[in-house]
C-alpha cells in the first residue's frame, strides 16, 4: 500500500459562522484582506452580514466580485492585481467553485513569485502563498478541500492548477449560506459532488482507502438528502448535510482524481457555458453505462449507498444504479440530454476533439476512453 494523502487543516461547521468571519481573522493578526466571490454572491446578500462586523471592527478589506463560472485567465489576474494593490496579506474564497478557485490562485500569485503560466499541471506551483480562508456557498465542488483550481485557457480549453500549496488554511462550512439556493442550482451542485465521489471511488489511479471512506459517506448523506433540499430549500439539517456531503466528496476526489465524466463534461461548459455540475449530470449516465463492465463490482457497492436494496449480481446491481442516476437529472427538474442545452449533432466531432486534450483526466477511467469513444458518448448523451 502506497498513498499520500492531503486535507484542509482545519474544517470548521457552523451555522452562521460566516457572520463571525472578521474577528477569527483579526484575532489571527491580518490587517488587510481580500475577498473574493461574484455578482450574484453580492447581490444576494450572502457577504452582507460578514462585512457588517469587518466595519465595526474596522478591519481593512476589499472585495473582489468579478468572479465568472469557469474563470477565465483575464478574471483570475485581475484578482490577483487587487490582492496585490491593497497589500493583502490573507485571502478570503466566499462563494461557488470558481470564486474559491480565483482565490485560491490570487493567494497563490500575489506574493509575485511565480505567474499563472507556469504552474499549470500538477506539482508546479511550489508557494509560499498568502493565508487563505474558503466559505462555499453551494453544496457542490469541493473545492474548499481541493488542491486544485481550473483555469478556462480558451473557449475549447480548460486547464488545472493541482498542488498541496492550493489548499486553504481554514474551509468554514456555514450552511444557512446555502438556504437561498434555488432548486435548479441545488439539484446541479449537488449532482456534481456525487459525481465527485463515484468517480474517485472508481478511479483506475490513486485509489485509496481514505478517499473510499470518504466517497462512501458522502454519497450516504448526499443521496440521502438532495430530493430533499430540492423539495425545500429550507431544510437547514438537509442543507447542512448536502455541505458536509459535498465537502467529504472534494476531499476524496482532491486525492484519487476523477475521471471520464468530468473529462466530457469540460467542454461542454468552455463551449456551450453549461453550469459544471449541470455538465457533470448531463454525461454521468453515459459514461457510467460505457465502464460497467470494468467497475461494475464498484458499482454495486456504491448502489447499496445511493439506492439500497439492490437486487441480483454485482452487474445486474450496477446497472440499476446506471438507470436510476441516469433519470436522476430529469426528476429533479434539470435537462437530461444535450439537445436540451442547445448541443446538435453537429458538435459532437468538435466536443470529442476537445475531450482528448483532458488526459489528466483521461488516465483515470475505469475504461479507457478513446476519440470514437468519446464521439459515441455524446451521441449517446444527445
Keep these: 500500500m502506497h498513498f499520500d494523502f492531503h486535507s484542509t487543516r482545519s474544517i470548521l461547521v457552523e451555522r452562521g459562522g460566516a457572520s463571525n468571519l472578521a474577528k477569527r481573522l483579526q484575532e489571527r493578526g491580518y490587517k488587510s484582506i481580500l475577498i473574493v466571490t461574484d455578482p450574484g454572491v453580492l447581490s444576494a446578500g450572502l457577504l452582507d452580514k460578514a462585512l457588517i462586523l469587518f466595519k465595526e471592527l474596522s478591519l481593512p478589506f476589499q472585495v473582489f466580485s468579478d468572479v465568472q ?31 474559491m478557485d480565483v482565490a485560491k490562485l490570487a493567494a497563490l500569485l500575489a506574493p509575485g513569485k511565480e505567474v499563472l503560466t507556469d504552474v499549470y499541471g500538477v506539482g508546479m506551483a511550489k508557494g509560499p502563498r498568502l493565508p487563505l480562508f474558503l466559505i462555499p456557498t453551494t453544496a457542490g465542488t469541493g473545492s474548499e478541500v481541493t488542491t486544485i483550481s481550473i483555469v478556462t485557457v480558451s473557449e475549447s480549453e480548460k486547464k488545472g492548477v493541482v498542488s498541496p500549496h492550493l489548499l486553504p488554511d481554514v474551509a468554514l462550512l456555514d450552511a444557512e449560506l446555502t438556504l437561498g439556493l434555488p432548486p435548479h442550482v441545488t439539484a446541479a451542485t449537488g449532482i456534481d459532488a456525487m459525481v465527485h465521489a463515484i468517480e474517485a471511488f472508481t478511479t483506475k489511479r490513486l485509489k485509496n482507502p481514505i478517499s473510499d471512506c470518504l466517497a462512501k459517506e458522502a454519497l450516504r448523506l448526499l443521496s440521502g438528502n438532495l430530493h430533499k433540499v430540492v423539495k425545500s430549500g429550507s431544510d437547514i439539517d438537509a442543507r447542512e448535510n448536502m ?14 482524481p476523477v475521471a471520464g465524466v468530468h473529462a466530457l463534461a469540460y467542454p461542454i461548459g468552455a463551449r456551450f457555458h453549461v453550469p459544471h455540475g449541470l455538465s457533470n449530470s448531463l454525461m454521468l449516465g453515459s459514461v457510467m453505462r460505457f465502464n460497467l463492465e470494468h467497475a461494475h463490482a464498484m458499482y454495486a457497492e456504491l448502489g447499496q449507498i445511493i439506492k439500497p436494496g439492490l437486487q441480483g449480481s454485482t ?66 448523451a444527445l
Excluded at 455541505?243 to 484519487?256: I, P, R, S, V
Design 69 to 99: 463560472a469557469d474563470p477565465p485567465v483575464p478574471v483570475i489576474e485581475a484578482a490577483i492585481a487587487m490582492a496585490q494593490s491593497c497589500s493583502a496579506d490573507c485571502i478570503v474564497g466566499f462563494g461557488g467553485g470558481s470564486s
Design 243 to 256: 455541505l458536509l456531503g459535498a465537502c467529504l466528496a472534494g476531499m476524496a476526489f482532491t486525492n484519487a
Design 315 to 380: 452487474l445486474e446491481q450496477a446497472s440499476q444504479l446506471v438507470d436510476y442516476l441516469a433519470v436522476l437529472s430529469g426528476e429533479l427538474g434539470l435537462p437530461e440530454r444535450l439537445k436540451d442545452v442547445g448541443i446538435t449533432a453537429e458538435d459532437v466531432d468538435q466536443l470529442a476533439s476537445d475531450a482528448m486534450l483532458q488526459t489528466r483526466l483521461l488516465m483515470n477511467s475505469p475504461r479507457e476512453i478513446n476519440l470514437q469513444d468519446a464521439i459515441d458518448l455524446y451521441r449517446e
